[in-house]
Nanobody
Framework: QLQLVESGGGLVQPGGSLRLSCAAS????????IAWFHQAPGKEREDIEG???????????VYADSVQGRFTVSRDNAKNTVDLQMNNLKPEDTGLYYC???????????????????WGQGTQVTVSS
């Protein structure tokens, strides 16, 4: 059974940093593109926004405009994990962060759209002074 588990969320002041991690079990990540999604407070799960995506190869990661230059996604296929380094956090970054996976046939494919079929339970990030 495919399972994704997020960790690393917490409370941080504006300008601070967090590192989220997505750990996979039941499958190996090397055939999957992995994306991170953000559900802002008060928004429905259907309104989540793609934050970042990393392809099977790790090449050409994709970022939402709102996080470009602040967030960095990386993957370690040997450890079966994908991390999201979040720097210079802002209050509007607050919310639940989900990682999601989809098996892809190409090594550089990635998207911030809702094309992912395996999801984690989310980890809470709160940016507040």
């Amino acid at each position: 059974q495919l399972q994704l588990v997020e960790s690393g969320g917490g409370l941080v002041q504006p300008g601070g940093s967090l590192r989220l991690s997505c750990a996979a079990s039941g499958f190996t990540l090397d055939l999957y593109a992995i994306a991170w999604f953000h559900q802002a407070p008060g928004k429905e799960r259907e309104d989540i926004e793609g934050v970042s995506c990393i392809s099977r190869s790790g090449r050409l990661p994709v970022y939402a405009d709102s996080v470009q230059g602040r967030f960095t996604v990386s993957r370690d296929n040997a450890k079966n994990t994908v991390d999201l380094q979040m720097n210079n956090l802002k209050p509007e970054d607050t919310g639940l962060y989900y990682c999601a996976a989809v098996k892809t046939s190409t090594s550089i494919w990635c998207t911030l759209g809702p094309d992912f079929d395996s999801w984690g339970q989310g980890t809470q990030v709160t940016v507040s002074s």
